[in-house]
């Protein structure tokens, strides 16, 4: 296991935005193992490392009624450790000030240090460290709280020095306490991230961690404590194995459950998350950091007063925690602000207002500001002048909700009022990638590097940069291309003029414009790493995004199709993105995924992707679907990759519902609604009139129709022997097996005995019509197919086991008849569409093949070859506006295509447009250079246009490639004219 930082963009888990609660310490007194006389002590300390609680309770009440005063301080330290995990709080505190002050032990001033610290009573906190560290000067417990105490006044220089004091007890004790090492792993990880010493990081996960380990092999906290380091820095993968193997040996163990629930969070899993934090409350209900991570699935959800409701629990068991407190400003001012009509007002006045935080810290609440919010952020200031976890973990907060704006001004307040806060300034650079910030972000992202090596998302951010440096720019009206020259310069142009096609019509539609240009980034292979690592890299700063195209809603990036094998339709994607740009921004980010999604899809203008329909079928018939309130999960915690398609499919199908039940006006009045901050119960009574239960049974009824639809034009691909009595299907079992090991002679027998009792058994026709064929008797197959074929409802199997014979009989008019009639009869198998256009193609029944072929294109966005055929065809019917409007769809898939800029240059050509032909042309001879046809092509454009140089150029080129070319002889004339009639 190792920290080592990233030199290469590694894959892992995306992490939340959320920004974490402090590593949690066991107890605030030591659990001994050292005194082996004391066997009982010991068992019970062993039960508390084994999560058996109330046993351990028992043996301590056990010992404690002993009357040894050698083990009553040991034994009550031990009980408080356990009533303190289990939520008890109250008794643990109570058990404590029931010792006389004058007989209290060091240890049990340092736990009420640590009651008091927890509370919030840092004066009563201060008092009892100074009690503790009177008795014992080496208390590591009380030098820990007077550190944090330090911390959370701003005394930094005090509990820097602190730190190091428990570097130094190591270096000069060599501790091996498991409780000793778990607090100088405290001390050494703050002085680390403070001063930037990442060797610590390192040192306490290989060495301190597994010195746990070592001193007790029943201690889980060294997997604990290896693990929540590492989930730190986004090594999800070895971090989750470090507490599950916690887990394993005492699986009621808070911390590790709460960290576990933290690495769900992160990797969006919230069901798996929140059943840990049930498990957490059902130890101890009143755990302020359980609340908070639930409070912030509550907010990924958009459920902003649930999760404040809870972040106001845990104000009251942690009162001055920074990380609660800044969860809960940052839900203040959300809540109160749902119905801000002027999102860039807010912005300014909160980030004027945080700018005014300073060494004075006299700060006014101005207008538009939350006061219950400033109110927090007023009395944290006041006690902490370098707060630094409170505004990084507002930042976080804001950014859940994707206020991206109001999180920036956040994190620049925590990184001005505490640099020594490393992730801050980690945030802060992510931050202004996310937001397209990329010259603000190359220096917080150095600085936050120095500070943190080891985290990963900085580490490969840093190389995103350097990539993002180095592309051209290519500026339309309302969009920055960013693009590698070398590689991608033709696909940014496109692209470009593209996106200036679609603005109108999107932002008519939507009724909503983006305040500022539309930065676009197109990431290609760098360095040796492929652009889809970029691209994954770019967006969540770790590879892995199962996508070719994402935005922020200030940014877009996509994977370049020309670094694909597979290639996808940019333009397609480009106008999804976009549509999520308009949406996020016109609601100030409020809009649900599931809806900006069903946007996106609903405004491409493609019909539903026949896979989708066949999902549909599936699920729906299976009642395994979604509704609003968990359709977000087929977005953000998909279970396959076929459970993220059907989440759009159902997004989509909202959208449609919404628009023929309602109206398309409906659409944008949902948009309004959430915008304003209206949760779906609420935005479906505001829009539709009706209640959300009522809006849900019409789109079951609504949906349920279109697979009732699509079942009846679906056709099984397989027959049921359900239907037939069990002989019959007995006897074609016994056929099929016959068949297969080549006895062909007596599947025959067994099937002619069938069909002379059941004529119409059409397995048996196919399987005996197939021996035929393959014995030979071609005629007897296509007879007896033929009489079984009813074309007005014809049996799937029969109508396709009779079009392939044909085909492999080179019957290709009687094979593109068939499929054509399949391709009528079953529409949901794209395949017979595609078999039947291509033979019409090969036989020169072009209308019907440029009919089928339009189909094609328009059920699938990404069929490069189905376009080629379409321009193609187009072109030889003297369709030449079609014929350049197919050959553009085909290069929106593939823009270094040959054949496409050919058919455009041609098509332009006969349109008498010439300079858009020798365009075209001269991009085919690019893509494909030394093509006799192209240059021969492109030598009469030149010619046409009285380009004499340059025909003569190319015309040269042929002579090179191919001398005794006939051809040559008329293009050489065609110039030589030319020249003569400049002379003349």
């Known amino acids: 296991m190792s920290l080592r930082p990233s030199i290469s963009l590694v894959p892992a888990v995306c992490s939340s935005p959320t920004h974490w609660l402090a590593l949690l310490i066991f107890c605030g007194a030591s659990i001994s193992f050292a005194d082996e006389s004391a066997v009982s002590l010991e068992g019970a300390n062993r039960l508390v490392l084994r999560g058996e609680y109330q046993q351990a309770v028992e043996t301590y009440d056990d010992l404690l009624k002993a009357g040894d005063s050698d083990q009553a301080v040991l034994a009550r330290i031990g009980k408080v450790t356990v009533l303190r995990m289990t939520g008890r709080r109250n008794d643990a505190r109570q058990l404590l000030e029931s010792v006389p002050f004058e007989d209290r032990a060091a240890s049990e001033f340092a736990a009420l240090a640590e009651f008091a610290f927890d509370a919030g009573a840092w004066d009563a906190a201060e008092q009892f460290v100074i009690e503790a560290l009177d008795r014992d ?3 590591l417990s009380a030098r820990w709280t007077r550190v944090e105490l330090q911390t959370e006044r701003g005394d930094l220089e005090d509990a820097e020095r602190g730190c190091r004091g428990f570097i130094r007890h190591y270096n000069r004790s060599q501790p091996t306490e498991p409780d000793e090492l778990l607090l100088v792993a405290n001390g050494a990880l703050r002085y680390a991230r403070w001063r930037s010493v990442s060797p610590m990081y390192d040192f306490v996960v290989n060495e301190l961690s597994r010195d746990i380990t070592k001193a007790n092999k029943d201690d889980w906290r060294g997997h604990w404590l290896a693990g929540t380091l590492l989930l730190e820095k986004y090594n999800s993968a070895e971090a989750v194995e470090e507490l599950t193997a916690a887990l394993k040996m005492n699986p009621k163990a808070v911390p590790a459950l709460l960290s576990l629930a933290e690495a769900q969070l992160i990797s969006l899993n919230f069901k798996g998350c929140e059943a840990l934090l049930d498990q957490v409350e059902a130890i101890d209900a009143e755990n302020a950091q359980a609340l908070c991570i639930r409070a ?20 009251d068991r942690r009162p001055k925690d920074q990380s609660v407190l800044g969860r809960l ?9 749902l119905q801000q009509s002027d999102q860039t007002t807010l912005v300014d006045v909160w980030t004027s207002f945080l700018n005014g935080i300073g060494p004075e810290n006299r700060l006014k609440t101005p207008d538009g500001v939350s006061p219950a919010a400033a109110r927090v952020v007023k009395q944290v200031v006041r006690r902490n002048p370098r707060a630094g976890l409170f505004f990084e973990t507002l930042g976080g907060t804001f950014e859940i909700q994707k206020q991206y704006l109001l999180a920036r001004p956040a994190y620049q307040t925590a990184v001005r009022v505490m640099p020594e806060h490393a992730p801050a300034k980690n945030a802060l650079g992510q931050l202004q990638m996310r937001i397209g910030d990329v010259a603000s972000a190359g220096g917080t992202l150095d600085e936050a590097f120095q500070s943190d090596p080891f985290n990963v998302r900085v580490s490969n951010l840093r190389k995103v940069v350097k990539v993002v440096e180095q592309l051209e720019t290519l500026e339309t009206d ?35 414009e983006p305040t500022e240009k539309t930065p676009f980034e197109i990431y290609s292979s760098t360095y040796g790493v492929s652009g889809s690592s970029w691209f994954s890299a770019r967006m969540v700063g770790l590879p892995g995004i199962d996508t070719v195209g994402a935005s922020t809603g200030h940014i877009i990036a996509i994977t370049s199709p020309n670094d694909l094998s597979k290639k996808f339709n940019w333009a397609q994607v480009a106008l999804h993105e976009f549509v999520h740009v308009i949406n996020l921004q016109q609601t100030d980010f409020r809009i649900p995924h599931w809806y900006t999604e069903a946007l996106a899809v609903w405004s491409e203008g493609f019909a539903r992707p026949d896979s989708w329909n066949e999902l549909l079928i599936e699920r729906w018939n299976d009642g395994d679907y979604r509704n609003l309130n968990n359709l977000n999960e087929g977005f953000l915690r998909p279970k396959s990759s076929d459970d993220r398609q059907f989440a759009y499919c159902q997004a989509e199908l909202y959208a449609e519902y919404i628009a023929e039940r309602f109206g398309e006006q409906h659409l944008i009045d949902l948009i309004e609604a959430y915008r304003i901050g209206l949760l779906n119960a609420a935005a479906v009574e505001k829009v539709f009139g009706i209640t959300l239960d009522d809006f849900e049974q019409g789109y079951q009824e609504y949906v349920s129709n279109i697979v009732e639809q699509l079942s009846s034009r679906a056709g099984p691909l397989q027959y049921d022997e359900s239907d037939l009595p069990e002989v019959a299907a007995s006897q074609i079992r016994a056929a099929q097996m016959a068949f297969q090991q080549g006895r062909f002679d007596e599947a025959a027998e067994i099937l002619d005995k069938l069909l002379a009792e059941k004529p119409d058994v059409a ?3 196919v399987l005996r019509a197939t021996i035929d064929f393959f014995e030979g008797r071609t005629r007897e197959a296509f007879d007896r197919l033929e009489v079984a074929l009813d074309k007005d409802s014809p049996d799937r199997q029969i109508l396709i086991t009779l079009a392939q014979l044909r085909r492999n009989q080179g019957d290709v008019v009687d094979a593109a008849e068939l499929y054509s009639l399949a391709a009528e009869k079953f529409p949901l198998t794209p395949d017979y569409l595609r078999q039947a256009a291509e033979l019409e193609f090969e036989i020169g029944l072009w209308a019907a093949a440029l009919e089928h072929f339009t ?26 506006d079609r014929a350049r409007e197919f050959a553009l769809g085909g290069m929106q898939i593939d823009v270094t295509d040959s054949e496409l800029h050919w058919i455009a240059g041609r098509a332009a050509r006969k349109a008498g447009d010439l300079d858009r032909a020798i365009r075209s042309m001269t991009l085919a001879d690019q893509f494909q250079p030394d093509d006799r046809a192209i240059l021969s092509s492109l030598c009469e454009l030149h010619t046409e246009a009285g380009q004499i140089p340059q025909a003569q150029a190319i015309l040269d080129r042929l002579k090179s490639l191919h001398p005794h070319w006939p051809r040559l002889r008329s293009l050489t004339r065609n110039i030589d004219r030319l020249k003569v009639s400049e002379d003349e």
């Open 137 to 139: 000067p080496s208390n």
């Open 296 to 315: 912030d699935v509550r907010l990924f959800e958009g459920d902003r007063a649930k999760a404040l409701a809870l972040v106001e629990q845990a104000v």
């Open 329 to 337: 400003a940052a839900l203040r001012l959300l809540n109160a602000d």
């Open 478 to 512: 309302h969009f920055i291309l960013r693009f590698d020259p070398d590689h991608d310069a033709l696909l940014a142009e496109m692209l470009g003029e593209y996106l200036e096609t679609i603005y109108p019509r999107l932002v008519r539609q939507f009724g909503f």
């Open 763 to 765: 397995q048996a026709i």
């Open 855 to 880: 189909e094609l294109c328009a059920r699938d966005a990404h069929d490069l070859l189905a376009r080629k055929r379409a321009a193609y065809l187009s072109l030889e019917m003297q369709k030449f």
